[in-house]
């Protein structure tokens, strides 16, 4: 019979599967990349909150309705 190391689990002993958990730096990865979405998020609504009370370019047909049509 073959020496096995001192180590070593007999066959019929199953070893404990510790679950893997992830670490720290990739908690605060998984962090910081929301918190970069979230921001991104955040400056898409501003920016398309001032796009739509952005007034159209100024025309002639413009300035008229906006006088009340007084020219």
């Keep these: 019979m073959a020496k ?4 070593a689990l007999p066959r019929n002993e199953s070893r404990k599967k510790i ?3 992830p670490s720290k ?3 605060e990865l998984q962090v910081g990349k929301l918190e970069r979405q979230g921001i991104k998020k955040l400056c898409d609504e501003v920016v398309d909150d001032f796009i739509r009370q952005a007034k159209p370019p100024e ?3 413009n300035l008229i309705e906006e006088l009340g049509g007084a020219l």
């Design 25 to 27: 730096n990739y908690a």
């Design 59 to 61: 025309t002639p047909e």
């Design 4 to 7: 096995r190391p001192v180590n």
């Design 19 to 21: 679950p893997a958990q």
